[in-house]
């Protein structure tokens, strides 16, 4: 009983102390003082072929990273740009010692993780087997296997990939914004085409290999639950016979950013959002003194959901999902670069709060440096705990000729930034009078308001050639929503029968990130739908509608639908062209290319019709949704019973192309169960 009150006494005592010291229970507690870093220093040998081994001993955890890494600068690939990726590919088809499904058969029988890229490879696994890991890395590395048929097989898939990317905003502003920036006849410029892939033959795979896959300048990483005494002998045997190529590089094309600042764009006539990128080069490196001050300037502007770049245009003005800029200390290609995909019609709104905010992020509040080194210390403290960030460092610390201790005082540094650093290193990173302002989108919506915002505009195609400034076509005066509405009915079969069809059921396939699915699709008068994905057999999702009421399903969950979304769903007819003349709602607005086709465009009070000016046939169409707008492109017409519908639809969700290759359509099937 008396401990019993003596703990009694002890609680009230405290609870008057806390009392006493008038703890705010809902302030921020304050951070405590910088840890002191501990990070193990990797244990380095060298081969004789020159490749450097970094060992980092950590027992944690009974696992091994091991990662291989090649300090050379880019080199130029010509008319077979794209063979250094192939060739990566290639090396993950089986070895000289062993076929591709014995290669393949084993490291899945080991549990790991290995992987191969034109600059390297990585590989993850237990450490009981990390040493049949590495001699089946190793073995691919020393040994590949480069056939024709697997390298037919690379080419296809790569072809499939950049055809996909065609009307691809994104991809297509990543490689002409690029390849402005370094010419696109460079090693840092050039991009992959459909012929540059043709052109590529087993024996330029082989030369590439012999020529830049080699050790010299090669570093091997490993990371984990290993002993340094027992991994030299496992390399040597692994590695031992790897050769040299002792190739000469070619000094870098020398570059500069633009005298003044400029607007490219590229006319993507089927984006319903502008991708744009404002960016200029620097000569940053990790070793500099500006380095730590420029990261927090970068974290300030557009390191996240509290940066500037993104509370003012997707929180203050709602022009974008997020905005985001990065700094990059590359050792042969150091830039600085800011980001978003931007609605079409704020655009130019856009550019003009980017440009606002590059020029304002010279000075810093006292709060915005606290907070930025807040967030960018408990990042690092939190990256430590992964083997690959340790792999990194030692790699980086060789590679960027860094100080012995630069990632052990990687806090204190941090620490030391003043707001004064942060504007120097603005200064000697960030150019907002020297920038290219990038663009990819819909030009005939864009380039009013781009040309009134006071920067020099110049129009590129997708080769990142000069071009004039897209015009949008006239149309013809004896063409009208009527005549245009009577040539697709025409084209696919007629009006008598046109108006027969009361349902559409079609099957189709499809490939998403390389996993096959099957849909069917069922359509009827009165905006009655039901659509179900298969992967595997198993429903991915469902969307059933009769009309008035309707669910989706997916992920074992079932939802009703809103009174938005059943809005959106509401077509009296299946073919909306039998509508035009009696509506006011649909108007004629122009011709512009639509799946590289000049198109009549049509445009409704939710969605917008494209119809080819030469034969017709409608060549897509633009819809709207609650997640943004959701193009679709159409090809491939086929008679079905009487009446041409495509066989082919590519319909773009968030960036990515689903193209379905429909297998069988039926005309007036449906029953109204089937939308239940």
């Known amino acids: 009983m008396k401990k019993k009150f003596t703990y009694i006494a002890v609680a009230f005592l405290f609870a008057g102390m806390l009392s006493a010291q008038k703890i705010d229970l809902n302030a921020m507690p304050k951070p405590g003082s910088t840890p002191a870093i501990n990070i193990a220093k990797p244990k380095t040998f060298q081969l004789s072929n020159g490749l450097t081994v970094l060992v980092v001993e950590n027992n944690k955890l009974p696992r091994v990273n091991t990662t291989l890494s090649m300090d050379r600068p880019p080199y130029y690939e010509g008319n077979i740009t794209g063979v250094s990726q192939i060739m990566a590919e290639l090396l993950d088809n089986g070895t000289t010692n062993l076929s591709k499904d014995e290669f393949n058969k084993k490291i899945d029988f080991l549990g790991a993780n290995l992987n191969f890229s034109s600059n390297g490879a990585a590989s993850n696994s237990l450490s009981k087997y990390f040493p049949q890991v590495l001699s089946l890395m190793a073995d691919a590395i020393v040994n590949p296997k480069f056939s024709a048929e697997e390298l037919q097989n690379a080419k296809e898939r790569t072809i499939e990939g950049l055809k996909a990317d065609e009307k691809n905003a994104s991809s297509i502003a990543s490689r002409v914004s690029n390849a402005l920036t370094y010419g696109k006849n460079t090693s840092r410029g050039e991009f992959e085409t459909v012929e540059s892939i043709n052109k590529i033959q087993l024996t330029d795979v082989q030369n590439i290999y012999n020529k830049y896959y080699a050790p010299d300048n090669a570093y091997l990483v490993i990371v984990g639950d290993v002993k340094f005494d027992q991994i030299k002998p496992l390399v040597e045997k692994a590695f031992g016979n790897w050769k040299k190529s002792n190739t000469k590089f070619s000094p870098l094309e020398p570059v500069s950013n633009v005298a003044k600042t400029e607007i490219n764009v590229v006319d993507v006539p089927s984006a319903v959002q502008s991708v744009l990128s404002v960016s200029n080069l620097n000569t940053l490196k990790m070793k500099d003194p500006n380095y730590f001050p420029a990261t927090i300037a970068n974290y300030i502007l557009g390191g996240g959901g509290e940066a500037r770049l993104f509370m003012n245009l997707r929180e203050k003005n709602g022009f974008t999902y997020g905005a985001y800029s990065s700094m990059t200390p590359s050792k042969y290609s150091p830039e600085f670069s800011a980001e978003a995909s931007v609605r079409n019609e704020v655009t130019d709104k856009a550019i003009k709060e980017f440009m606002n905010e590059l020029n304002a992020i010279s000075m810093v509040k006292p709060e915005e440096l606290d907070n930025a080194k807040a967030k960018l210390k408990g990042s690092f403290i939190m990256s430590l705990e992964k083997p690959e960030t340790i792999a990194r460092f030692a790699l980086n610390q060789k590679v960027q000729d860094l100080p012995s201790d630069f990632y052990t005082n990687y806090l204190k540094s941090i620490d030391k930034v003043t707001a004064a650093d942060v504007t120097n290193a603005v200064k000697a990173t960030i150019f907002p009078n020297q920038s290219r302002i990038f663009v990819a989108g819909k030009a005939s919506e864009i380039s009013e308001g781009l040309e009134k915002l006071g920067y020099p505009v110049k129009y590129f195609d997708k080769e990142a050639n000069p071009v004039d400034k897209p015009t949008a076509q006239k149309v013809d005066a004896n063409v009208t929503l009527g005549s245009v509405a009577d040539k697709y009915i025409n084209a696919i ?15 189709a396939t499809t490939k998403v990130q390389g996993m096959d699915m099957s849909m069917k699709l069922i359509q009827a008068k009165g905006g009655k739908m039901f659509m179900e994905m298969k992967m595997m057999g198993n429903t991915v999702q469902k969307i059933a509608f009769d009309g008035k009421n309707g669910y989706m399903e997916g992920q074992g969950q079932k939802i009703q639908l809103n009174d938005k979304q059943k809005a959106a769903m509401t077509e009296p007819e299946l073919f909306p062209e039998l509508t035009f003349a009696k509506s006011t709602d649909f108007k004629l607005s122009g011709i512009e290319k639509y799946n590289n086709e000049d198109s009549y465009v049509v445009k409704g009070p939710k969605n917008t019709y494209y119809y080819s000016v030469k034969t017709g046939l409608k060549t897509g169409e633009i819809k709207a949704g609650e997640g943004g707008s959701i193009p679709t492109s159409f090809a491939d ?40």
Do not use: C, H, R
Request: proline residues 2%.
């Open 637 to 676: 017409y086929k008679d079905v019973s009487g009446v041409k519908l495509p066989f082919t639809i590519i319909q773009n969700m968030g960036g990515m192309d689903i193209n379905l290759a429909v297998q069988s359509y039926k005309l007036n099937e449906a029953k109204d169960s089937d939308f239940k």
């Open 493 to 507: 079969g007629g009006l008598a029968a046109v108006q027969k069809v009361t349902s559409i059921t079609a099957d």
